[in-house]
């Protein structure tokens, strides 16, 4: 029904500028991490020093390990608040989910540096919560570990990102057919039952989808380790960033760029094999 | 759909899902009571109430500048992204092109990789084409990222028309021109405000991405950036008390709108049977 210039008119321009303005610069990105930095200058020599230096420098191996660390803790405690919530929305909010519902998301789309900040004011030494509790002369001196460490900054992703782990989740949950559901419980299953060899297989693909948006997007987190995380808490987009700035090496940033994208990508593909492989046809 | 059985009571998880939206929205409570806290960000409890942060907030010319900046970036990320994205979302539903599946993961990297990977990418792109880093750069950035939740959005959209209208003004000779701008178009009215709201919200609050494109002049979440570093006022509280406000109020709208525009669609449940 849609002509050929039709087609033609509506997908060049998104294409063009697509590739001109995305493509392209990912590709540069990949360039870069090929290309070396000389006496301060940019030398376009294609080599692999830079991947090199990745492996055998041990900083950056320590520093991917802590961020591989905090990303796992903020997906698995995103899980932990973000699955309840969503099980509880889902089976037993009644005539309160949509509005409840909405309570959850809208967060989710609201400033990310907002929210950070909130957690600055709370965990400082003169924050919010030392406040509280010497005021219940709980302690006596201002704590000074809750702010600029690595604590802060699970609490502060975990915060950030359980709306992210709620949403498919809860999507997975609401397809779960009920006729199923009762079937379990008609033919005798209880409730845990129910759950555990029902509905939980049945909402694996959701509980995935969440779980890696959690982990990728902490992965390559650089601000909330500066905002709340301090030197102990250094992620590994905070090595990028420096090379990036005051210590000048873009092909090294590319590089450890390319790693973290190579690891993304990786983990979104499998996560969505397994999805398919889980998801009820 | 909710028969007695499948909304049985259960008391500790509803305490829990409690918990849960107290962790949410906490924070952000804390954060506004104290924007009204004479003393500070700190300390507890909060006491003298007063206006004088907001005051402040008010005659300080720098901050309203970056407002202003962020304002002339998500309007023109706005206008961007919905054109490109409105395209790209009719050439992913009429159109078949080589390399159609591999654009279609393309364009939604950008909300998928995190904020540095594309904020940096797009640096390395103005360098090598030699344009200085300013506001045009960050709406480069903000635009073309964003192209990807205008693209969701409006294939959403796009999967819900009936082509039937389409067709019939083709069939009664309006040209393909025309039946665009009198049918395809106005049917997606709902489904294109309600990506623009959601666009000029994300792009005023983006920082990541923002983080490496800035110029000389700020955009509002990097003025709010670059104070953390100096020190932090209540003054910060209620700037960000203003910002949440006005984006809980956007998304609320935009979620409204959407809800609106995908209502003839069928519910949810019966997708899966």
Redesign the interface.
Same mark, same amino acid.
């Given at each position: 029904m849609y002509s050929r210039t039709y087609k033609t008119l509506v997908a060049v321009p998104p294409l063009l500028w697509v590739g001109i303005f995305l493509l392209l610069p990912y590709a540069l990105m990949f360039a870069h991490s090929f290309w070396l930095l000389r006496d301060g200058f940019l030398v376009h020599r294609w080599n692999l020093q830079n991947y090199q230096a990745l492996f055998t420098n041990p900083l950056y191996l320590h520093v991917f390990l802590r961020t591989a660390r905090i990303a796992a803790s903020v997906t698995f405690c995103s899980l932990l608040l973000g699955y309840p919530l969503a099980y509880y929305l889902s089976f037993h909010a009644g005539p309160r989910r949509e509005l409840l519902y909405q309570f959850v998301i809208i967060p989710l789309w609201v400033s990310y540096l907002v929210r950070g900040y909130a957690w600055k004011t709370i965990l400082g030494s003169d924050g919010v919560l030392n406040g509280f509790l010497q005021y219940l002369h709980i302690t006596r001196e201002p704590v000074s570990f809750f702010l600029y460490s690595p604590f802060a900054v699970i609490l502060m992703l975990t915060h950030i990102y359980t709306p992210f782990v709620f949403l498919p989740i809860y999507a997975a949950l609401e397809h779960i057919p009920r006729p199923l559901i009762e079937a379990s419980q008609d033919l005798g299953a209880n409730r845990r039952d129910t759950f555990l060899r029902v509905i939980l297989p049945l909402s694996i693909p959701g509980l995935l989808a969440g779980a890696t948006f959690a982990f990728v997007l902490s992965l390559g987190d650089f601000l909330a380790p500066l905002l709340v995380g301090g030197p102990s808490a250094t992620m590994i987009a905070n090595i990028v960033q420096s090379l990036f700035g005051a210590a000048y090496d873009w092909p090294l940033g590319a590089a450890i760029s390319v790693g973290i994208l190579l690891v993304t990508i990786t983990l979104l593909f499998a996560t969505e094999r397994l999805e398919k492989r889980w998801s009820f046809k | 759909?909710?028969?007695t059985?499948?909304?049985? #009571?259960?008391p500790l998880?509803?305490a829990?899902?409690a918990l849960?939206?107290a962790?949410?929205?906490l924070? %952000?409570g804390?954060?506004i009571v104290?924007s009204f806290n004479r003393d500070?960000?700190?300390?507890?409890?909060p006491r003298h109430l007063t206006l004088d942060w907001y005051r402040q907030l008010f005659s300080d010319s720098a901050i309203w500048d970056s407002v202003i900046n962020s304002l002339i970036v998500a309007a023109a990320s706005v206008a961007l992204s919905l054109t490109?994205?409105l395209? *790209?979302a009719?050439?992913l539903d #009429?159109?078949?092109?080589p390399?159609k599946a591999l654009?279609r993961r393309?364009?939604l990297?950008?909300l998928?990789?995190?904020?540095?990977?594309?904020g940096?990418?797009?640096?390395?792109?103005a360098v090598?084409a030699g344009m200085q880093l300013s506001l045009f750069t960050v709406f480069?950035g903000h635009g073309?990222a964003l192209?990807s939740v205008a693209?969701t959005e409006l294939f959403a959209g796009l999967q819900k028309l009936d #082509?039937a209208q389409?067709?019939a003004s083709?069939d009664l000779g309006a040209t393909?021109w025309q039946t665009f701008w009198l049918v395809t178009l106005p049917n997606l009215k709902l489904s294109l405000i309600a990506a623009g709201l959601?666009i000029f919200?994300?792009s005023m609050?983006e920082? *990541?991405v923002t983080?490496?494109l800035i110029g000389r002049d700020n955009t509002l979440?990097l003025e709010?950036?670059g104070r953390?570093r100096r020190g932090?006022t209540p003054e %910060?509280?209620a700037i960000?008390a203003l910002?949440?406000s006005v984006?809980?109020a956007f998304?609320?709208l935009?979620?409204r709108l959407r809800a609106r525009s995908m209502s003839s669609a069928p519910r949810?449940?019966a997708?899966?049977?």
């Open positions: - | 759909m909710t028969s059985k499948s909304t049985p #009571r259960s998880l509803a829990y899902s849960v939206f962790f949410i929205y924070p %952000i804390v954060l104290y500070g960000v700190g300390g507890f409890p490109l994205g395209l *790209a009719l050439a #009429r159109a078949n092109f390399g654009f393309l364009v990297l950008p998928i990789l995190p904020g540095i990977i594309t940096l990418s797009l640096l390395m792109f090598f480069l073309t192209i693209t #082509r389409e067709e083709l393909p959601l919200t994300l609050d920082i *990541a983080f490496f979440p709010i950036w953390l932090i %910060i509280n960000s910002i949440f984006s809980v998304i609320v935009w979620y949810e449940f997708e899966t049977s």
